[in-house]
């Protein structure tokens, strides 16, 4: 069965770096377009970044462009977001996600998305 299964949480200072893992299994990885998305206590669940399957296509949402970078290895079936410049209104748990369709392009609408992993959390300290 398909498993998303995030890693790299934690707590950082403002300003400090982290990077996040998806771990993908269960399907053919390399043929979906993926996503991260987090939601913040409070808060709806929100668009982060997308990538395509080729990696081609990447979309950021405007409070991390700049900061953040997706990324991914279709060998290890792992997609990454690497987190730079981190601020305090960038706490949440953050989750991947797999697209519905084989379509190339990325997508920000989190109905797209049919597979999610559990979440992991990300503190930033002032």
């Known amino acids: 069965q398909v498993q998303l299964v995030e890693s790299g949480g934690g707590l950082v200072q403002s300003g400090g770096s982290s990077r996040l893992s998806c771990a993908a299994s269960g399907f053919a990885f390399n043929s979906y377009t993926m996503g991260w998305f987090r939601q913040a206590p409070g808060k709806e669940r929100e668009f982060v970044s997308a990538l395509s399957w080729g990696g081609v296509s990447t979309y950021y949402s405007d409070s991390v462009k700049g900061r953040f970078t997706i990324s991914r290895d279709n060998v290890k079936n792992t997609m990454y977001l690497q987190m730079n410049s981190l601020k305090p209104e960038d706490t949440a748990v953050y989750y991947c996600?797999?697209?519905?369709?084989?379509?190339?392009?990325?997508?920000?609408?989190?109905?797209?998305?049919?597979?999610w992993g559990q979440g992991t959390q990300v503190t930033v300290s002032p």
């Open positions: 996600a797999r697209a519905r369709t084989t379509i190339s392009r990325v997508w920000v609408d989190p109905g797209v998305y049919d597979y």
